[in-house]
């Protein structure tokens, strides 16, 4: 067993932190004890109002039913950029860095105003009106921040579909939220190569009939099909528009955007954010937990496609006034020390990012990192799944030289911004852990029915009072809402990760409980990749589990059983793989496939996953009881012959 070792605060960054232990420990108590009392100040500090509101939160997670702020009003857009113009209007919003090293661009927060102002009227010459959804397919350059902030400007619902979604992906997300607009450009560049976005808007709008106008951005001035009663290049649209639109004054519940995430059954779900919590939430993060100062240099290396990318390289850091750096390539590109140049570069103070890129970045070994000074790094973070300690030890040791803390940060697209994360001048680290709450998070650990557990124990992580910015629905299906998330346990929202609660109240998040798969922090379903391997006329059935990986965390791997008369082969591997890519997108291919003769299953026709997580991970003396097996000789067949790795 890896020996933890744990890092108390350095007194040296504690003494110009945003929150000290004590602090932390006030204003938790307070935020449980008298939740409106501390809301109220929040809000006021974090955000600027057009009105304010009536009542601070209400909410019934029985109905799904949840107000925060109501009646306030507000804009995302105008808390983003127009107030801030006074004082830091020729400030840098937006570091933007190029794929391509050579490429970067800085915009000033009065430049942001004038590039979101010319995108909203633009939105609104096309008939875009409070409420509509418009769809991002964009690749990471400063037009996919315009382009949200400029929905959020004129009250339209933004639905950013990620850049690596298959068209099969995108089309399914713009009918289910029935998007009449799509922003897109005619190619991304990542690492070095091109990717097709607007040849896969085209084949997904071809089955879009009311998207009435896709807007284009010239990216690399590819070759691209166009389609003139629909198509209208970015450029154009905005060339003879004005830099000044007005802010739609916005009440806190109105729907601010939809982001698609994968559950444990069924399509990808809506999960629809309101205004004013969702803002307070983010704001609040990025200033307590990533410990934003006054100047700071901020890099998240999400992509907007996620929610990372909306809450920490868009509206938290922007709320806040920071500089925000928004990277278009990959950590790898051109080689593995692009990250460390890229901080030396522009003087990055935070660095964000997911597990996966930290250990990618620690096979490369030390080197690469060292040819940076890396001198302007404060701190350091992690987000999208578990971090191995000792991935958790080269991030730093080797990238931060001890100076910075880790903050390892669990949350959730439905949770809307961090909900268990160390403050860094308040709480000692201890590598792997996510640590403590945030403000007003009531987490709890119960067993699978419902009794809460008390002290250091391991259970499921159920959060027990609602908070800002919190999911408000599933879009088009509320009901989808409360069975998913308030349905498992009375009165608390679930999770769907598992968690361990040491003795001094620090969460260790284990992953998660449910038939969700976390490949490289992407969140993907179990069920989605069997659907589209079961598509194949060749696939008589498909069972999807995931293994230990060192490098993506999980592993995709599938177990296919052929049809009568079928024979495996490598021609017929790769058609399974391209059907995955097809269907939803290259990021859920397979890292195995094992052909299964037989599944096992129970007498009522059960797959037991159990078993196949089992023999995946190569744990075959815990496989368990197989007795009440159908036909317990399939699980020996399977052993025999499991997939090459
Ligand atoms: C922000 C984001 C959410 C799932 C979540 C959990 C896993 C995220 C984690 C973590 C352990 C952390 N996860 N952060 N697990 N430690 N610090 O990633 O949102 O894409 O919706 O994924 O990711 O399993 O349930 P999302």
Request: proline fraction near 5%; hydrophobic fraction near 35%.
């Amino acid at each position: 067993m890896y020996k933890i070792k744990n890092h108390p605060v350095d007194p040296d960054y504690a003494k110009d932190a945003n929150i000290t232990e004590q602090q932390y420990q006030a204003w938790y108590k307070e935020s449980l004890e008298q939740p409106d009392q501390f809301w109220a100040a929040r809000a006021k500090q974090f955000l600027d109002w057009s009105k304010p509101w009536s009542s601070v939160n209400e909410y019934n997670f029985a109905k799904g039913e949840t107000t925060w702020f109501k009646d306030g009003k507000l804009n995302a857009c105008y808390n983003c950029i127009d107030r801030h113009l006074e004082k830091r209007g020729n400030q840098v919003a937006i570091i933007w860095e190029g794929d391509d090293p050579s490429e970067d661009l800085s915009i000033t927060y009065r430049q942001l105003y004038e590039q979101v102002g010319r995108l909203s009227n633009a939105l609104l010459a096309q008939g875009v009106k409070k409420g509509d959804r418009v769809c991002l397919y964009m690749p990471m350059i400063p037009e996919a921040a315009y382009a949200m902030l400029a929905c959020a400007r004129i009250g339209a619902v933004h639905s950013v579909v990620f850049g690596g979604f298959s068209p099969e992906s995108l089309k399914d997300r713009i009918l289910d939220s029935d998007c009449q607009v799509l922003i897109t450009a005619d190619e991304g560049l990542r690492g070095g190569r091109s990717i097709a976005l607007k040849e896969n808007a085209d084949k997904a709008l071809a089955h879009c009939p009311d998207v009435r106008c896709c807007l284009v951005v010239k990216r690399t001035g590819a070759e691209i099909g166009w389609n003139n009663s629909r198509d209208v290049w970015y450029h154009d649209a905005v060339a003879d528009m004005s830099p000044d639109c007005p802010a739609q004054e916005m009440d806190s519940e109105d729907p601010m955007f939809i982001l698609y995430t994968s559950g444990s059954t069924g399509k990808p779900k809506g999960v629809m954010h309101t205004t004013a919590g969702y803002m307070l939430g983010s704001a609040m993060t990025h200033r307590y937990i990533l410990d934003y100062r006054e100047g700071d240099i901020f890099w998240c290396t999400a992509d907007v496609g996620w929610i990372t990318g909306h809450s920490y390289i868009v509206y938290g850091p922007l709320a806040n006034g920071a500089t925000t750096l928004m990277f278009e390539g990959v950590p790898t590109y051109p080689d593995a020390s692009r990250c460390w140049q890229v901080v030396d570069k522009h003087k990055v103070n935070t660095f964000y990012t997911a597990p996966t890129a930290i250990r990618a970045l620690m096979s490369q070994g030390n080197e690469p990192v060292k040819k940076f000074s890396r001198a302007s790094l404060r701190l350091l973070g992690t987000v999208g799944e578990p971090i191995n300690p000792e991935a958790w030890e080269w991030y730093y040791n080797v990238v931060g030289e001890t100076r910075c803390p880790v903050v390892d940060t669990w949350w959730q697209t439905e949770t809307g911004s961090i909900m268990i994360a160390p403050m860094p001048g308040a709480h000692t680290l201890k590598p792997g852990s996510a640590t403590v709450p945030f403000f007003g998070i009531e987490p709890a650990l119960v067993d699978n029915d419902g009794n809460e557990l008390q002290g250091a124990c391991e259970g499921n992580l159920v959060i027990k009072r609602s908070w800002p910015s919190q999911i408000r629905s599933v879009y088009g299906d509320h009901q989808r809402m409360i069975d998913t998330y308030f349905s498992t346990y009375p009165d608390t929202y679930f999770t769907g990760d598992g968690a361990r609660r040491d003795e001094d109240g620090y969460y260790w998040i284990t992953g998660r409980v449910d038939d969700v798969l976390n490949v490289s922090g992407h969140r993907m379903g179990t069920a989605e990749i069997e659907s589209a391997l079961v598509l194949h006329d060749a696939v008589a059935e498909a069972a999807v589990v995931g293994y230990p990986h060192d490098i993506k965390g999980q592993g995709v791997y599938a177990y296919v059983t052929l049809m009568a008369g079928i024979q495996p082969s490598e021609a017929l591997r790769k058609e399974l793989l391209d059907a995955v890519s097809k269907e939803i997108g290259a990021i859920a291919k397979p890292d195995l496939i094992q052909w299964a003769p037989g599944l096992p299953k129970t007498r009522s026709g059960k797959i037991m996953r159990r078993i196949l997580r089992k023999i995946a991970a190569n744990e075959l003396d815990t496989l368990g009881d197989t007795s009440t097996l159908a036909d317990p000789a399939v699980v020996n067949e399977l052993i025999d012959n499991r997939a090459n790795r």
